[in-house]
């Protein structure tokens, strides 16, 4: 059962700006994972649905994150039904991404009151998805759609809150320009979890990434 209301959720998103997403299925790793992330300021994280037992591992690091980061918010992406949204919740998990708009994953969401950002690609989809109550569109893949379609949606719906991930990097100039369209957070992924010659995960440059990438955000937002 999620530890965080939605509304908490939501207001975590918008304070930390950037909700850093991974998949690892191996448990130890993903451990040292979220260490790494949360050593640096990451206090909301997003496991992606991959890969076979994905629920397996996110079981145990659900429980492992509530017992040594009790002020972490982890929740669970690329939730593609309702079931798949529905087991996650049991495992702890305190909001869930989709790639698409589901209206069978708002509707088991909505009753448990656990925050849901579907993906969405038109004005038509945002519009729906806000009409079954997400607070936090995600905007994707947001390589394809650029801080330009942002602009354009927040000129007529100023309300909608945008999260663009695929497409966000932690460069100045790319988070510049999709902040100073109106985004409400940014997903990253790949870009954060930075790897070694050999494929492993470069934990201490994760964590230096993590805070200075933060630390950006708060500056090109003031």
Same mark, same amino acid.
């Given at each position: 059962?999620?530890? @965080? ?8 998103? %918008? !304070?930390? &700006?950037?909700?850093?997403?991974? *998949? ?13 992330? *949360?050593?640096? /300021?990451?206090?909301?994280?997003? @496991?992606?649905?991959? /890969? ?11 429980? *492992? ?9 982890? &929740?669970? &992406? ?15 998990? $305190?909001?869930? #991404?989709?790639?698409?708009?589901? !209206? ?5 969401? $909505? ?7 579907? /993906? ?19 905007? @994707?893949?947001?390589?394809? *759609?650029?801080?330009?379609? =942002? %602009? ?13 991930? /695929?497409? =966000? ?13 109106? #985004?409400y957070c940014v997903g990253m ?17 994760? !964590? ?15």
């Amino acid at each position: 059962m999620a530890r @965080f209301n939605r509304i908490e959720v939501a207001l975590k998103m %918008k !304070e930390q &700006g950037m909700v850093p997403l991974f *998949y690892e299925g191996n448990i130890e790793t993903a451990k040292r994972l979220v260490q790494a992330l *949360y050593d640096g /300021g990451a206090r909301l994280l997003e @496991f992606t649905n991959r /890969g076979d037992f994905a629920h397996e591992v996110f079981a145990d690091l659900s429980k *492992y994150a509530a017992r040594e980061m009790p002020d972490l918010i982890l &929740g669970v &992406g690329s939730v593609t039904d309702a079931g798949a949204a529905s087991l996650y919740m049991m495992l702890g998990a $305190n909001f869930i #991404v989709t790639p698409v708009l589901r !209206e069978d994953i708002a509707a088991v969401c $909505n009753r448990r009151k656990v925050l849901w950002s579907p /993906g969405c690609g038109s004005l038509t989809e945002i519009t729906r998805a806000e009409e079954l109550g997400c607070e936090v569109v995600k905007l @994707f893949p947001g390589s394809t *759609y650029g801080s330009g379609f =942002v %602009k354009g949606v927040i000129a007529p719906q100023p309300w909608t809150n945008i999260m663009p991930t /695929g497409g =966000v990097s932690p460069d100045p100039e790319n988070l510049r320009a999709w902040f100073a369209s109106g #985004v409400y957070c940014v997903g990253m992924g790949s870009k954060l979890m930075i790897k070694t010659a050999d494929g492993a995960y470069d934990f201490a440059k994760i !964590e230096k990434l993590t805070r200075d990438t933060l630390a950006l955000i708060g500056e090109v937002r003031a």
